[in-house]
């Protein structure tokens, strides 16, 4: 299959062109070549290329950028996605696109399934939300991806902001009652590589197995990159001000995923050791 794949620079679009890569004929754009809130952009690169599938891994992922730039992010996130959907729609094109833990509160406090209902507390989870209902309500053949907490080899990331900060400083103050499920982009990939080849379709929760706080998490991350000398103290999200609220839960439920597929991600602790050997 010809798969066209935009955003290919960033962290999780990197990982997708490289696994996709393996058996189809990708072809990879990032804003230079395409910048897809541009109106007729996504039907030009379309037309050009000639894909049976389209992989949107484009974002505006600055969380807390967001609140202060609400226009640009619904441009990238949510308008987009609607000039990708039209683009798409009228030439039996299947559309990829991911979304996230954050279209959720937070407050349900077991893991979310694909059906339970959406609530964002912050600009980034409304605008993701919006483009995932645009990607619905326009086109019939859509996968959209919900993940959270990546980490990748070619973006900025919690895994190596904590690496770099425990190789300068003695001390590390983390939240500790925020809980999620850290995700490789080698792992979502995989994924994303398993519905396209089985021709799934709709929505699925793709993230690595079990959960942790980001306090847990950087405890692994200083174990696994033997940086076991600095002191980690946990505090509240209170103690931690951000522009962008945060679900104090978001595990996702991704039975659908393995039920539809037959298989499962790995633990997020061995897929963090995984990357942390290969990349630090
Ligand atoms: N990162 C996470 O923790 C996380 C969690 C859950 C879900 N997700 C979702 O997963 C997907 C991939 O995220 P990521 O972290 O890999 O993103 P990323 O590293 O920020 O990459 C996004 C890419 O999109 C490009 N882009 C931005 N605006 C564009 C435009 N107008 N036209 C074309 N390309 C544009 C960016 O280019 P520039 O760098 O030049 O702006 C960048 O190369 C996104 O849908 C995101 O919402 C991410």
């Excluded at 996709?20 to 007729?40: A, K, N, Q, R, W």
């Excluded at 690169?45 to 600055?62: K, L, R, S």
């Excluded at 053949?141 to 900060?165: D, E, M, Q, S």
């Amino acid at each position: 299959m010809r798969i066209l794949v935009l955003g290919h620079r960033g962290m999780l679009g990197n990982d997708i062109v490289y696994r996709l890569g393996l058996v189809h004929d990708v072809i990879g754009m990032d804003i230079d070549e395409c910048d897809i809130t541009v109106p007729g952009e996504c039907q030009r690169i379309v037309d050009e290329t000639g894909p049976q599938v389209v992989v949107n891994a484009a974002a505006y992922t600055d969380v807390d950028g967001c609140e202060m730039n609400r226009q640009a992010c619904f441009a990238v996130n949510a308008d987009a996605v609607r000039n990708i959907a039209l683009a798409c729609r009228d030439r039996s094109i299947k559309v990829v696109h991911f979304s996230t833990d954050y279209v959720f509160s937070g407050m349900k406090g077991t893991p979310y399934k694909e059906d339970d209902e959406c609530n964002p507390i912050n600009v980034y989870g409304e605008s993701k939300l919006a483009g995932e209902r645009y990607l619905r309500n326009l086109t019939d053949n859509w996968i959209i991806v919900r993940t959270a907490w990546l980490y990748g080899k070619n973006g900025k990331n919690f895994v190596n902001t904590i690496v770099g900060k425990a190789k300068e400083e003695s001390s590390l103050r983390v939240v500790n009652d925020q809980v999620g499920s850290p995700t490789y982009t080698v792992d979502v990939a995989a994924a994303v590589h398993a519905l396209i080849d089985g021709d799934q379709q709709g929505l699925f929760h793709v993230t690595n197995r079990g959960r942790c706080s980001w306090y847990e998490l950087t405890l692994k991350i200083l174990e696994y990159a033997n940086l076991t000398d600095v002191r980690v103290d946990p505090v509240s999200t209170d103690e931690f001000p951000r522009a962008a609220a945060r679900p104090r839960y978001s595990v996702l439920n991704c039975s659908k995923f393995s039920d539809c597929v037959n298989r499962t991600l790995r633990f997020w602790q061995i897929a963090l050791k995984d990357y942390i050997n290969r990349i630090i």
